[in-house]
């Protein structure tokens, strides 16, 4: 029963995340086209200051709440998950009125002088209301994971989503005039504020008649307390220095590249390609092991609070495994259909080159996305915060150094120096404390050699039908999928024991029958 509940929300995570993704990716074109690559990077590095003031404003919120919640109901208590829910969202609160407080102030000094650049002080400011907003979705999306209620927690991304779509589009058409950097940002960024609040009025009033069905008496425990702090302070170390560190290694790459010889405007338009442009069709498909990642940890937590290591190590096994096999997939694809993805999306040159130069690190990147989240459901937050300050205190020593003398080049070896370093340091933590075993030619030989066997007889197969270029590129990435599958099959590295754990997995419940008397 625990794993047909895991796996049907799994199915509702992923079309909620892919949706958001598919949403995301089309507005990112949106954005770029109205602001250009300069106007994109401009807007990366407003992103990169709000990406470390929303982690001061929501660290350790969303796992504190996934955690305790999870765990008292575990035990049966529904009084001691909702006194976690409230200690966790008046901490939350009260974290992300002072960042909020602290970016709306220091948002000229900020942009002027961190950033170098005064059109991005008015999209500070804006950014900064949306923190609170931010911090209570946080708590209320850790809420609905714990109670295995997927749809609600995927629903109010979908809503914050298309209203930060729908603000940013209309501020954009009316008040937005053409080549104004420093209005164009504001309006993204007003979108950003527009789409938390939605969402958190609609999280909340999930929330409010979920918790107006149940039945229990108020009770307050300083374990608790305790346990949220024990949660939440080595989690929000690990993402304050983290998103630190990050912030330094963003702003060093546009001021790396203009000291290698690029102007102001082509640094920024070669730093919001990378980082704006790229980075999301790499990351898109990640919709999939997002939503696996986000349920492993209430479904870990809970096995951890029983003792029950056996469910622990099989269903890490699995994840890694199927992690693999579609990263293979995915590494594939973009490497052989780089440049028509790339121009099918932004309609830019050069996308195309940088996506199909990035897409090795797809495997590195996926897999540290599955093995982070498993690490914090086993309670190894403290390994994570380790690994997270080493990776980004290598990449600003190399950032320092090697941007001045080869520019993007530089730039991109970092990334895949800090990607080896932290995949490898997760993963290696991961195999010791589940004691799984990797199978390398199931797990990774037998699939790379699927995957380019597959995109190479799809793509010379179709090389010459006569489709509309979208059409066209669509048509051979769905067909090198559904070959890489076949060939999976029949190599074996997907067999009959796959099909019959996916069979028990989906297979609907039989009606209980009667008792008889």
Request: hydrophobic share 55%; with cysteine; net charge positive.
């Amino acid at each position: 029963m625990k794993a047909k509940l895991f796996f049907k929300n799994a199915v509702i995570l992923i079309v909620g995340s892919f949706a958001m993704r598919a949403l995301g990716v089309a507005f990112s074109a949106y954005l770029s086209g109205k602001m250009g690559a300069e106007g994109m990077g401009l807007f990366q590095l407003v992103s990169t200051v709000y990406g470390l003031a929303s982690t001061f404003a929501t660290s350790g919120i969303y796992l504190s709440v996934t955690r305790l919640v999870a765990e008292e109901l575990a035990a049966g208590s529904y009084a001691g998950a909702d006194d976690a829910m409230r200690k966790c969202m008046a901490y939350g609160l009260g974290v992300s009125l002072l960042a909020a407080a602290a970016l709306f102030m220091l948002a000229r000094p900020v942009g002027e002088v961190l950033l170098g650049d005064a059109r991005t002080v008015l999209s500070l400011r804006i950014l900064a209301l949306a923190l609170p907003f931010m911090a209570f979705s946080s708590s209320l999306r850790g809420y609905f994971f714990a109670l295995r209620m997927a749809g609600k927690s995927s629903g109010g991304q979908i809503v914050e989503q298309l209203a930060h779509m729908a603000a940013a589009i209309a501020l954009f058409t009316f008040f937005v005039p053409e080549g104004d950097l420093t209005l164009a940002c504001a309006a993204a960024a007003g979108g950003c504020l527009g789409g938390e609040l939605v969402s958190f009025l609609f999280s909340l009033a999930l929330y409010l008649a979920d918790r107006g069905k149940r039945r229990f008496r108020r009770a307050s425990s300083r374990d608790i307390t305790r346990r949220m702090v024990r949660i939440t302070l080595p989690v929000a170390l690990s993402s304050y220095l983290k998103s630190a560190l990050r912030t330094v290694e963003n702003l060093l790459v546009p001021r790396g590249l203009r000291k290698y010889g690029a102007s102001g405007s082509g640094a920024l338009a070669q730093y919001g390609m990378t980082e704006a442009m790229v980075m999301p069709i790499l990351t898109f498909p990640t919709a999939f092991l997002t939503s696996f990642s986000s349920l492993l940890v209430p479904e870990i937590a809970e096995a951890r609070a029983v003792g029950d290591e056996g469910r622990i190590g099989r269903l890490v096994s699995k994840v890694v495994r199927y992690t693999l096999l579609f990263a293979a997939a995915m590494t594939g694809v973009f490497l052989f259909f780089a440049e028509e993805l790339g121009w099918a999306v932004y309609h830019q040159e050069g996308v195309g080159s940088m996506l199909g130069l990035l897409a090795p690190l797809v495997p590195l990147m996926y897999l540290d996305n599955v093995a982070d989240s498993m690490l914090k459901g086993m309670d190894e937050q403290v390994s994570v915060l380790r690994y997270s300050i080493l990776d980004s205190a290598m990449s600003i020593c190399l950032l320092w150094f090697l941007l001045p003398m080869y520019g993007v080049n530089g730039y991109i070896f970092v990334m895949f120096a800090s990607t080896f370093l932290n995949a490898t340091l997760s993963f290696a933590r991961l195999a010791s404390v589940t004691r799984i075993t990797i199978r390398p030619v199931a797990w990774i030989v037998k699939p790379a050699l699927c995957i380019v066997g597959a995109c190479y007889a799809a793509g010379t197969l179709l090389s010459r039908a006569a489709l509309p270029a979208g059409w066209g590129i669509a048509a051979r990435i769905a067909a090198s999928l559904a070959l890489y599958f076949i060939l999976l099959c029949a190599t074996g590295a997907f067999g009959r024991e796959d099909f019959r754990w996916f069979a028990r997995v989906f297979r609907p419940e039989k009606p209980e029958s009667p008792r008889q008397s």
